[in-house]
């Protein structure tokens, strides 16, 4: 027949779907709409997983944990304008978190945007992505995809992990081509995240800088997490001896419970250490910047650092051993340098650390037991506390202000890239999109620990679990309000700007998409419903009753919110 003479065809559509496949990315998360719901569509079709949102920024920050947890990019798709703007917010939220991301977005044709004609939807969405992201590129021409893509995925994850956004105008998916051309247009990338091994000069000035430590203190980030060389820093710790202190997300990599976690003791960590090794951790604000009263005397810290990337060196501070290269590389280097004599710490500062430790964790259980109805933080805390005790490969997403400052000390894990929360910025609304990419990721229970506020940002996505029966089970500390429940309107006209409607009931919400909702006021209910919904696997949204007065104003960060001296006038 003359159809069988006929050159086989391929197009924009099927090309991006092979250009990803051939690269190990089996999954998207997006919003369908113009002019990308066909690509949804088809992509499911050839066997993608394709997990659709009810809102973009959602989707993206799925999309931005999947590539945290599994080290490949997180593939975000959206359409234009809007859909891209919303999703944008989590690319640049990836992007400062180092997590390695690509946003697709389909957008209006060139001709149009560039005359600034007023297409469907038009906005120059490559200029506008470009200053918040790693890395943005376009791709005109169908034999250009597999290009396009191959350096999306070499920009996500090579160096410092990161944002990509790639334009895709609609004219694209329909064009066609040869379907052989096609097949030979796509690139699989060879080594997307190559080693950078540190050099011997370097790794020799931080050793000896290492030695001279009265009171040495490592510092473990969330790069160390995303690293995954989870052995080597384990053997670093426990050869060396050298306490350690993890930040938010590097819990677990070794468990908090760890003999030589100095969690417990951080303030005194910090402050009375003398030579600091920090592995994939910056020197941002929530490490006060490396200075001030947090890090005790000026001039009595050495900072030694192990980071991907250079600049990243002096940024606050003077990091006195810079070592840079990827984590695995680095920290073996100074492992196989460390050799056979290697001198522990002295014991009076392990004792001193072990005494404060002790202290507080003492002190902190107290608070721990309390059962009263309505509940406190730290009660409530208490009974999920033993939860992930119990179930240490479940998954924790945290967000709020109390909720995350309190649940951040109180919870221990047990295993590396289990714990997952605001990050670098402290921004609310990735608790659902980080909940189902941890389940559909990882196949894990995930306990999702969310203030009333912060749930707010992402709640309408209870939908989008029910949908795909994920075993997503998400706590929902309601104290009535953005830090606590008690503002009043000093004119009396509205509620306080802090408050919510009062005693609502947010269990309903996932009883409307046919999950189970459950309301408790006691710490003993709490953790029956969160066994209860762990054991069945069920969507489940547990409504915690959390006293309005409980908690302060910005949980432990209340020195960044000014507060006007004058309002009293
Ligand atoms: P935390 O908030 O936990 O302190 P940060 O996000 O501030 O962690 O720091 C993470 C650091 O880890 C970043 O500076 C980033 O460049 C670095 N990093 C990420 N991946 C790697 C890697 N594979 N090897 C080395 N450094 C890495
Ligand atoms: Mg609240």
Same mark, same amino acid.
């Given at each position: 027949?003359? /159809? ?16 990803? %496949? ?33 809102? *973009? ?26 859909? &891209? ?8 939220? /990836? ?6 991301? !690509? ?46 893509? #191959?350096?999306?995925? =070499? ?24 379907? /052989? ?15 950078? =091994? ?16 009265? =009171? ?47 969690? /417990? ?37 050495? &900072? ?7 600049? *990243? ?87 709020? #202000? ?36 941890? #389940?559909?990721?990882?196949? %894990? ?9 912060? &749930?707010? &940002? ?8 029910? =949908? ?5 089970? !998400? ?66 949204? !547990? ?27």
């Amino acid at each position: 027949s003359p /159809a069988a003479s006929e050159p086989e065809l391929t197009d924009g559509f099927n090309l991006v779907i092979d250009a990803l %496949k051939l690269n190990g990315i089996e999954t998207i998360y997006g919003v369908p709409g113009i002019p990308i719901t066909d690509l949804g569509r088809l992509a499911q079709g050839r066997g993608m997983r394709v997990v659709s949102f009810r809102h *973009e920024q959602n989707a993206g920050n799925a999309a931005a944990i999947a590539g945290y947890l599994t080290k490949k990019p997180g593939v975000c798709l959206t359409v234009s304008a809007p859909g &891209f703007l919303n999703g944008l917010t989590a690319l640049a939220n /990836a992007t400062t978190n180092c997590f390695p991301m !690509i946003l697709i977005s389909g957008s209006s044709e060139r001709e149009i945007v560039d005359l600034q004609q007023g297409d469907y939807e038009e906005m120059d969405q490559l200029a506008v992505a470009k200053p918040l992201c790693k890395a943005a590129f376009r791709v005109l021409h169908a034999c250009d995809i597999g290009i396009g893509v #191959a350096r999306a995925i =070499r920009a996500a994850c090579s160096g410092r992990p990161g944002g990509v956004y790639l334009d895709l105008p609609a004219k694209l998916f329909s064009q066609v081509m040869d379907a /052989a051309a096609g097949e030979k247009s796509l690139v699989k990338v060879i080594d997307p995240a190559p080693a950078q =091994r540190p050099g011997e000069d370097a790794v020799r000035r931080a050793l000896d800088v290492l030695k001279t430590a009265e =009171r040495p203190l490592i510092v473990l980030g969330k790069g160390a997490a995303y690293a995954q060389a989870d052995e080597a820093v384990r053997a670093l710790v426990e050869q060396s001896g050298i306490p350690y202190v993890p930040m938010s997300m590097a819990k677990g990599l070794l468990p908090d419970t760890h003999p030589l976690s100095a969690g /417990a003791a951080r303030s005194t960590a910090l402050k009375d250490s003398d030579v600091v090794l920090l592995v994939g951790a910056r020197l941002n604000w929530l490490l006060s910047h490396g200075k001030g009263k947090t890090w005790g005397a000026p001039g009595s810290k050495k &900072f030694i650092q192990i980071d991907i990337e250079p600049k *990243e060196m002096d940024s606050n501070v003077e990091i006195v051993a810079p070592v840079v290269g990827d984590i695995g590389s680095c920290v073996q280097a100074l492992l196989d340098g460390m050799g056979k004599d290697w001198q522990q710490p002295p014991a009076a500062w392990l004792d001193t650390l072990k005494a404060k430790k002790e202290a507080n964790v003492a002190k902190m259980e107290q608070k721990l037991r309390r059962n009263a109805a309505p509940m406190d933080f730290h009660g409530a805390l208490g009974a999920l506390k033993t939860v992930i005790k119990e179930r240490p490969d479940a998954i924790l997403v945290n967000e709020g #202000a109390n909720t995350l400052d309190l649940a951040r000390g109180v919870i221990d894990m047990y295993q590396p890239r289990k714990r997952l929360d605001v990050g670098t910025w402290g921004v609310m609304g990735i608790g659902m999109g980080f909940a189902i990419a941890a #389940a559909v990721e990882t196949g %894990k229970p995930v306990l999702a620990v969310e203030g009333d506020s912060a &749930f707010g &940002f992402s709640g309408m996505e209870v939908e989008t679990i029910c =949908r795909y029966d994920l075993p997503v089970c !998400i706590v929902v500390f309601n104290n009535n309000g953005i830090y606590r429940g008690t503002d009043t309107d000093p004119t009396g006209r509205d509620p306080g700007t802090t408050v919510f409607v009062k005693d609502s009931r947010y269990d309903r919400m996932m009883e409307a998409f046919g999950g189970v909702g459950v309301n408790v006021t006691t710490p003993d209910e709490l953790k029956r419903a969160v066994d209860e919904a762990m054991d069945s696997g069920r969507p489940t949204l !547990i409504n915690a009753v959390i006293d309005p007065q409980a908690g302060s104003e910005s949980g432990n960060i209340g020195s960044l919110n000014p507060q006007s001296q004058l309002k009293k006038k």
